[in-house]
């Protein structure tokens, strides 16, 4: 007698075992490192935590952005970001004083147990930074305040990250578009200079 196999239908009762789900991975890159330091980061983070009338949004975002990193003694020394972190302790608002202080004694532990173990540091060249000293100059003369002044340097830094950290072509249109607003705009001069208007939206809004 010949033998027949039947094949019925899979019952909702014994569904297919699903496979394991891919495992995603993420590739991390050199500045995502926590010992990576970009120097000019650090410097705009100072910028913005220094500057007066920064929303607090503004100030959590550059601790954040701080505590992600632990820069070596040197550039501690050089930029003087431990002593603005340390200021912020003092923070009138809890939540800013209370990260201010976690990235201050992470910092401490950190040099204290590795002092001979250097972090890598990415500066920007001399050429570059003149040319952007020439940018701050010019920003100056359109807000009608001193040379150096921090609002300055804070306008022209987050256009510097804008421009992903390149003397390029859009760096330099939107410097010009800057300085013009400010130049010919006196209610956005006006509004830059006492905070309603802040520096990130300011800058953002001429990104071509």
């Known amino acids: 007698m010949d033998r027949f196999v039947v094949r019925t239908a899979r019952g909702p009762e014994s569904p297919r075992r699903a496979g394991p789900a891919p495992r995603a991975y993420r590739q991390a890159t050199l500045e995502s490192l926590k010992a990576v330091v970009v120097v000019e980061d650090i410097k705009r983070w100072k910028s913005m935590l220094e500057l007066p009338g920064q929303p607090k ?3 959590i975002e550059a601790l954040e952005e701080l505590k992600k990193k632990i820069p070596s003694k040197e550039v501690l020394l050089s930029t003087k970001i431990g002593h603005t972190v340390s200021k912020m ?8 004083a209370g990260l201010a202080k976690e990235i201050y004694t992470e910092w401490r532990t ?7 173990k250097p972090s890598i540091e990415v500066r920007s060249d001399p050429k570059t930074e003149a040319f952007r000293k020439n940018a701050r100059k010019l920003l100056c003369e359109a807000l ?31 410097v010009r578009a800057l300085v ?29």
């Open 57 to 59: 949004e503004n100030l």
């Open 89 to 96: 302790r003092r923070h009138s608002d809890h939540e800013v």
């Open 144 to 174: 009608d305040l001193e040379i150096d002044h921090p609002l300055a340097e804070n306008i022209e830094r987050e256009a510097f990250h804008l421009s992903s950290r390149l003397i390029s072509a859009p760096y330099r249109r939107m």
């Open 180 to 208: 013009f607003s400010l130049k010919h705009k006196p209610e956005t001069q006006a509004e830059v200079k006492a905070g309603t208007l802040t520096v990130p939206a300011f800058v953002k809004s001429h990104k071509k």
């Open 110 to 116: 950190f040099i204290k147990d590795h002092s001979n």
